[in-house]
T-cell receptor
Framework: DAKTTQPPSMDCAEGRAANLPCNHS???????VYWYRQIHSQGPQYIIH???NNETNEMASLIITEDRKSSTLILPHATLRDTAVYYC???????????????FGSGTRLLVRP | DGGITQSPKYLFRKEGQNVTLSCEQN?????MYWYRQDPGQGLRLIYY???????QKGDIAEGYSVSREKKESFPLTVTSAQKNPTAFYLC?????????????FGAGTRLSVL
């Protein structure tokens, strides 16, 4: 299973971009990178995922390096409500064709300052 | 509203007692999952089910049991064999259509031992 490494904590000012890095140097060619976040005492929320191309949706952008060994989640204009733990996850394919499980590490605790 | 409903939000267990946590989804998802989260830690997979009447052990299944008699429901029983049950329990579901396999989470149940 490919592992991910994230800084334990980061902070940014409200209204500025938050750039959250993730290393996944052992990722294999058919594994996707997923990002989730968890606001205190709530269930995790899906943000975005990608394979090799950069992706953007209404919540964030995902930049994956050409060698796929690292990625960056970008929240373009962080708000106080973006304060949460952010998890970078590499998809693991289970034994059966349609199954998979997510392996959650400790994540990055992002604090958005007023 | 479509989503995943976990109940109760808070649960207390007496020593030697089995307790059951409820998880219901109306998203028509095939797969459902149970995770455990300890303070300051990431999520760990307890059990998952890809289809009705079928389920597989995750990484920490000892002391837990599940059933999947209906597509919408995936209850988790914390048995007396689980010696350290105090944790935050999260249920998730996913669909395999479109190849995205995004997991959607409930709000969680916080279990404590009396």
């Amino acid at each position: 299973d490919a592992k991910t490494t994230q800084p334990p904590s980061m902070d940014c000012a409200e209204g500025r971009a938050a750039n959250l890095p993730c290393n996944h140097s052992t990722i294999s060619g058919n594994e996707y990178v997923y990002w989730y976040r968890q606001i205190h005492s709530q269930g995790p929320q899906y943000i975005i995922h990608g394979l090799k191309n950069n992706e953007t949706n209404e919540m964030a952008s995902l930049i994956i390096t050409e060698d796929r060994k690292s990625s960056t989640l970008i929240l373009p204009h962080a708000t106080l409500r973006d304060t949460a733990v952010y998890y970078c996850i590499v998809r693991v394919v289970g034994m059966r064709d349609s199954s998979y499980k997510l392996i959650f590490g400790s994540g990055t605790r992002l604090l958005v300052r007023p | 509203d479509g989503g995943i409903t976990q109940s109760p939000k808070y649960l207390f267990r007496k020593e030697g007692q089995n307790v059951t946590l409820s998880c219901e989804q109306n998203l028509n998802h095939d797969a459902m999952y149970w995770y455990r989260q300890d303070p300051g830690q990431g999520l760990r997979l307890i059990y998952y089910s890809q289809i009705v009447n079928d389920f597989q052990k995750g990484d920490i299944a000892e002391g837990y049991s599940v059933s999947r008699e209906k597509k919408e429901s995936f209850p988790l029983t914390v048995t007396s064999a689980q010696k350290n049950p105090t944790a935050f329990y999260l249920c998730a579901s996913s669909t395999h259509s479109g190849g995205k396999n995004i997991q959607y989470f409930g709000a969680g149940t916080r279990l404590s031992v009396l």
